[in-house]
């Protein structure tokens, strides 16, 4: 390969780099890069069942919501940490997730939003859901989650849970 070559490459494989480097502090104001971080090692946690990091995340007065079919035990607004604890027990009686997928994920300020696909074995029923979509919204505030708004196919996650 001659040098015009060789510079020809390398000046692709940098501009490769650079388009695909995360996003840092760089690129983000400092609350923003923050909150961010602070959603990323919660989700982490929470898939790592490291209750004592998520724990620590978690602001003492946060809310947890969950929209969707009523009749399923894990939706509903839950308010403050033990009982967002007590809240995840359910949740972990009746689901497996089986797929876990961030798509896209964006933050400004204080506000984080994650969008994915993934799947659930719903243990009472032995039925798994197809891969489905999901979005979140959450805040933060010194550091700690105060709120984390759920959004899935619940009736994709209902029909799976009512299987017989």
Not at 90 to 117: I, K, L, M, P
Not at 144 to 150: A, G, S
């Amino acid at each position: 390969m001659d040098r015009r070559q060789l510079l020809t490459a390398s000046a692709a494989a940098a501009t490769g780099l650079a388009l695909s480097a995360p996003a840092s502090a760089q690129t983000a104001d400092d609350e923003t890069q923050a909150s961010f971080d602070t959603v990323m090692a919660f989700m982490g946690a929470m898939g790592g069942g490291d209750m004592d990091s998520m724990g620590g995340l978690m602001a003492d007065d946060m809310v947890w919501q969950n929209e969707g079919d009523p009749d399923l035990p894990w939706i509903g607004t839950w308010e403050g940490k033990e009982t967002i604890f007590g809240f995840l027990g359910t949740f972990s009686q009746n689901v497996q997730v089986t797929h876990w997928e961030n798509q896209d994920a964006f933050a400004s300020g204080d506000t984080v939003a994650v969008f994915g696909r993934m799947k659930m074995l719903l243990t009472g029923s032995g039925a798994e859901t197809e891969e489905f979509t999901f979005a979140l919204r959450a805040k933060v505030r010194d550091g700690q989650v105060v709120l984390w708004n759920w959004f899935e196919d619940t009736y994709a996650v209902s029909q799976a849970f009512h299987a017989a």
